[in-house]
């Protein structure tokens, strides 16, 4: 995810590694939920995405879309 910040492109990482299915195990489950949970890094990030997220107007498009092609 990049957003625009203060002038400037950020990417945004959160989350931590992914976990393939065919190695999951219930060790590398917990770490991956651990650090998902308590990562303080990965929750500013997840809470930045959030607020990006929240300020969007996800449906508006398509009208706005349609509206071009009519």
Partial sequence: M?????GHDVALAT??????FQRV???????AITTAT?????????????AH???EDGAQPVPDSLERLA
């Fill in 15 to 20: 989350r931590g590694p992914p976990l393939r």
């Fill in 38 to 50: 308590g990562d303080p890094a990965l929750r500013t990030r997840s809470r930045l995405l959030a």
């Fill in 2 to 6: 990049r957003l625009r910040a203060a």
């Fill in 25 to 31: 195990t219930a060790e590398r489950l917990a770490a």
């Fill in 53 to 55: 997220l929240a300020r």
